[in-house]
Every structure is written in structure tokens, then in C-alpha cells.
């Protein structure tokens, strides 16, 4: 299964772990597979304005794509989502003045789907915490996509937020078993079921799977095991999965460009994050072709910041040819666009190209691509329907 790439992820998405896990919510586990991966990507689309808006949107395609379920089965896609909503979290804290505090919400306090859009939204409460970094560590997308089951992908996410402590600390297994979904079993209550069918498992899945090893532990009283917690360490085998160093976007001819107009290779990548790699370019393109230009960067700098030098507003220059109001449009458009969707959305128009000259022209010059600019054009009419109307046929 490809990787979904992360280089465009920015802010407190990029964190990888948190530093002390000194909160939980804890979340029944009796979700399935498809609802734990559709759960996290809802997180991660929403994660920047969890407090500042109510409401958040991402399209349907881009939300099969990103938990990799490639299907247009969409009453399954409903059944994910109303279980969201019908699964309960519930928190048990200390407030910031020591204070502690209880709550429970539903997971999504609801969910609509409607012209391909999936509109969903967080209570107040529950998204105030979501949001906090010291109760939220990161799952990466990456690896999530490649478990195949809801154990693994539970004891995954129990255990990565502990990975710099190095321990999960002593759970009692009446919370492991609620962790893992499987309490009120009665087959469970038994240790020995529970080991062999879902600690075993798990354990097997995540050491294969993720970036990281865990050991289970168990403590007894008597003959009866009472607690369980995991060792955790990196899977140096694994570890590039969970790579946070905008390593793929060194490697692009944009990002060369700005290294060798003097932008630092920390600013380089913030800007490639924020303005996406389009973007910049065309904005590079601009100030390069200014002439009188005393310092480079500091117009570069002026011209994303204050987004000026964009097709249609060049002064002195005439009327934009068809063509480049279409590529206008179309970058408006990508813009517009939240950085997880704009990943979604290259890696979708990707698939799409069998030939392999394509593939690498799009892979260069992005939505830019000359050699797909047809195919281009029709993919952000489906996406965006009117998005390109009144222009002619080019």
C-alpha cells in the first residue's frame, strides 16, 4: 500500500508524540477497524480549527482515500459514521489549577453527507480537549492504513503516546480489556483467551507493522494475572514510516530554487507547507522576472505573505489568455484547500495516470503539468463543478 505523504502537514500536526502523557480520554474500543482509521483522519482534517469553528468539511473521496478504502460503498461509509456518533468518550483529569475534572460526549456530536461533502462536527467540550497537545499525540497515517486489526490499531494508539517514557505504566486489565474494546466479554474475563486472541496478536501486529516494538508485562496477585502494560521502544526498521523531518520536500526542484535564492532550508519548508509547492513557484517565477529588485528574498517574501503577483493581478500587463485563467482558477482552487486535502487530492489525481510519462511530469510541475493540463482541467471540474465555466475550450 502506497504512503500518504506528510510533507505538506504543518503546525501542531507535525507533532509526533507527546513529551508527558499526564491526561487520557479514553474512547470505548469497540470501534471496527474502518471507524479507528475514519476517527483519526476526521481529527487530523479538523485539527487546526477544532476551537475556532464549529463545523468541519472534508469531501467524501478524500476521506475513503486517506483511510484506504477505496470503495463506493457508501452506506458503509454511513454505518463508520453513525458509529462515531453513537461511541462515547469520557474524560477524567486534572483541570489547569489542579482541579479535577469529568466529562463525557459522543465521539462526532454528528455527521451529514451530502454533494460528495462529509460535514461533521466535535462538541465543544470533547473538542477543547482533542485539541489540547497534552491529551492528542499524533497517529500517523502512514502506518495506520497498513494494520488490518482494530486490536493492533488500539494497542498502537494506546502505546505510541508513551513512546518517549518508554512504558505505558500498569493498566488493570479491567481497562486494557476496555481499551481494546472487548469488555463484558465473558470469553475475555479468562487471561489466557484474552492472551492468546488478542494480546498476542496485537503485539505481532503493531512489531511487524509500526514504528515502534512493544513487550508486554503482567503482574499477578497470587496465581491470577491483575495488571498489563507494554515496553515500548522505536522499530529502527520501521522508523522512516514516522519520518517528521520534511525530508521528501528537500528533494524537489521548488524547494532547490528557494535554497539557492538564500531561503533557509527551515523556511523553505514552512512556505512549501503553507502555500503548497504551486504556490511558490509561481510566486518565484514572479519575483524573478522583477527587474530593479534590490533583494529577492525579501520580495519573495512580500509576495506570499501578501499573495500580489497572482496571474490576474499583474498590473500593466494584459487580460489573462484563457489558459492561464483556467491554471488561476485551478490553483485558487488547490489553495483553498486544507494541506491534508491538497495531499489527498495529488494522490488521486496520481492514480489516474497509467502512463508512466505522466506520472513523472505531474510529479515535476504538480498542477502545472503541461503534458496533463487537459486531464488536470477535467479533475478540478469534477471536484469543483462550475469552478472552470465561461472559459473556452484550450
Known amino acids: 500500500m502506497d504512503d500518504i505523504p506528510r510533507d505538506q502537514l504543518s503546525g501542531a500536526l507535525r507533532r509526533g508524540a507527546v513529551k508527558k502523557h499526564v491526561a487520557a480520554i479514553h474512547v470505548s474500543g469497540k470501534l471496527t477497524l474502518l471507524q479507528r482509521k475514519l476517527s483519526n483522519v476526521l481529527l487530523l482534517n479538523a485539527y487546526d480549527t477544532l476551537i475556532s469553528r464549529s463545523r468541519h468539511q472534508i469531501d467524501a473521496r478524500t476521506l475513503c482515500l486517506m483511510i484506504g478504502y477505496n470503495s463506493n460503498d457508501m452506506d458503509t461509509l454511513k454505518q463508520s459514521l453513525r458509529g462515531l456518533a453513537e461511541t462515547v468518550a469520557e474524560w477524567d483529569m486534572l483541570d489547569g489549577k489542579g482541579q479535577q475534572e469529568w466529562g463525557v460526549s459522543s465521539l462526532l456530536s454528528y455527521a451529514k453527507l451530502k454533494g460528495g461533502i462529509c460535514e461533521y462536527a466535535y462538541s465543544p467540550a470533547l473538542a477543547e480537549k482533542l485539541h489540547d497537545p497534552k491529551v492528542f499525540a499524533l497517529i500517523n497515517l502512514n502506518i495506520q492504513r497498513r494494520f488490518t486489526s482494530g486490536h493492533a490499531l488500539a494497542l498502537y494508539e494506546n502505546c505510541y503516546r508513551f513512546v518517549r517514557t518508554g512504558s505505558t ?22 487471561f489466557k483467551h484474552l492472551n492468546a486472541k488478542v ?164 510529479e515535476k510541475h504538480g498542477w502545472m503539468s503541461p503534458l496533463n493540463s487537459t486531464r488536470i482541467a477535467a479533475f478540478w471540474e469534477e471536484m469543483s463543478p462550475g469552478l472552470l465555466e465561461g472559459l473556452e475550450e484550450v
Do not use: C
Open 169 to 190: 505504566g500498569w493498566w488493570p486489565l479491567d481497562l486494557f480489556r476496555r481499551l481494546m474494546g472487548v469488555e463484558g466479554s465473558a470469553y475475555y474475563e479468562t
Open 199 to 362: 494480546i498476542k496478536p496485537a503485539v505481532d501486529e503493531v512489531n511487524r507493522t509500526s514504528n515502534i516494538l512493544v513487550t508486554p508485562e503482567t503482574r499477578k496477585q497470587g496465581r491470577a494475572v491483575t495488571d498489563i502494560r507494554f515496553r515500548i521502544k522505536e522499530n529502527p526498521q520501521l522508523a522512516i514510516l514516522d519520518m517528521d523531518d520534511g525530508e521528501g520536500m528537500r528533494h524537489g526542484a521548488v524547494y532547490a530554487r528557494l535554497r539557492d535564492l538564500g531561503v533557509s532550508d527551515r523556511l523553505a519548508r514552512q512556505w512549501l507547507s503553507a502555500h503548497g509547492e504551486e504556490q511558490v513557484l509561481e510566486k518565484l517565477d514572479y519575483v524573478e522576472a522583477r527587474k530593479n529588485v534590490k533583494s529577492k528574498l525579501g520580495y519573495l517574501t512580500a509576495a506570499l505573505e501578501g499573495n500580489f503577483g497572482a496571474v490576474a493581478d499583474r498590473a500593466g500587463e494584459a487580460a489573462p489568455s484563457p489558459r492561464a485563467e483556467r491554471l488561476r482558477r485551478i490553483l485558487e482552487a488547490v489553495k483553498a484547500r486544507t494541506p491534508t486535502q491538497r495531499d489527498a487530492d495529488k494522490r488521486l489525481f496520481l492514480a489516474q495516470l497509467s502512463d508512466a510519462a505522466m506520472r513523472d511530469d505531474f
